[in-house]
């Protein structure tokens, strides 16, 4: 059976993450392995976890420095040995079976490439058999002031690409994550991490999008998350309608307008130039993976690996 990594990062959430972990080690997909990314936290998280340390399918990795969630998520996709990955927010619960649903699709779906559809933009041969490369599934939204969102626009997916089809198939808001998407592993060999940006998830939704990779929806609400004030959509620095957040989804639009003239899509290296990781719990369960990084990086892993005692 192939193997799953339920990838957690995480700063300053001690307060939630334990209820994150029993969630994800509750999965009943058996062959799993939960890995919390602690970004550099500075409150009790380590010691929230202590108690899971001994158990065989979880690995603690804390950073030394904070990352930010993009470059931490790519830490823990550098350190993944299984065939599949998801990434699970400290403030989400997953229903029971939201990975075993996502794995038998990711593993068992074959997709052919019908001739009356246009498959050859992306250079596919007529008739060809394709693997799925991320299963997505539609999800809860409980907002920080107890109001509820049902996201099952679908829509959404192309909205970067085709917002003059939006009108009338939702609210605001109302869009597919990717973060809690299973990917195969090898997604991550042919077109890199996350680009280091608070749009992380939608440029690599766009990426694979453009490269022709296969995505399926399941639809069924397989994810609650619930919307605090701390977090990434809320906070005043990074909210949707920040500073911040209008950079990165503008340097978004221009790969889109590149691609549109050239057909190329751009891999995103992994690259973490400041790395450094200050423990880990379970080191022989983590390993450098074949995903696409820089040389230094890879370097750089595997030096602190080494001192970590990794297999």
């Known amino acids: 059976m192939q193997r799953v990594n339920i990838i957690i990062p995480t700063f ?21 392995l939960v890995t919390i990314i602690d970004d ?53 619960r997953p229903a029971p079976d939201k990975v075993l649903m996502q ?16 498959w050859t933009a992306f250079e596919y041969e007529p008739q060809q058999t394709l693997p799925v490369s991320l299963v997505l599934t539609e999800h809860e939204l409980i907002r920080w002031d107890g109001s509820r ?3 099952q626009h679908a829509l959404s997916l192309v909205d970067d690409f085709f917002p003059n089809m939006q009108g ?36 690599m939704r766009n990426r694979l999008m453009m490269a022709g990779e296969v995505l399926h929806l399941l639809p069924q609400v397989l994810l609650s998350k619930f919307e605090y004030d701390d977090s990434l959509t809320v906070a005043e620095a990074s909210n949707y309608h920040s500073a911040r ?7 978004i639009w221009a790969d889109i307008a590149a691609w549109r003239r050239t057909g190329q899509v751009v891999p995103q290296p992994i690259d973490l130039p400041d790395l450094q990781i200050d423990f880990i719990s379970n080191p ?28």
């Open 40 to 92: 550099a936290s500075t409150d009790d998280t380590r010691s929230v976890l202590q108690p899971y340390f001994e158990h065989p399918d979880f690995v603690y990795v804390r950073l030394a420095r904070n990352m930010h969630t993009a470059q931490a998520k790519n830490v823990g996709i550098a350190l993944s040995m299984a065939d599949a990955i998801t990434f699970h927010d400290s403030d989400d």
């Open 245 to 251: 957040r209008q950079a990165d989804r503008a340097a």
């Open 12 to 32: 300053n959430r001690a307060g939630l993450i334990a209820g994150a972990v029993d969630a994800a080690l509750g999965q009943s997909y058996p062959n799993k």
């Open 284 to 311: 022989t369960v983590v390993g450098i993976s074949a995903a696409m990084m820089t040389l230094a990086t890879r370097e750089q892993l595997q030096r602190q690996l080494q001192a970590a005692g990794a297999s």
């Open 168 to 203: 009338g198939s939702g609210q605001s808001g109302d869009w597919i994550l990717i973060n809690a998407g299973l990917f195969r592993a090898q997604v991550f060999v042919r077109h890199g991490g996350y680009r280091n940006s608070i749009e992380e998830d939608r440029d």
């Open 103 to 118: 794995a038998r699709t990711l593993f068992n779906t074959i997709v052919v490439a019908d001739s009356s559809m246009n």
């Open 149 to 151: 969102l049902t996201a």
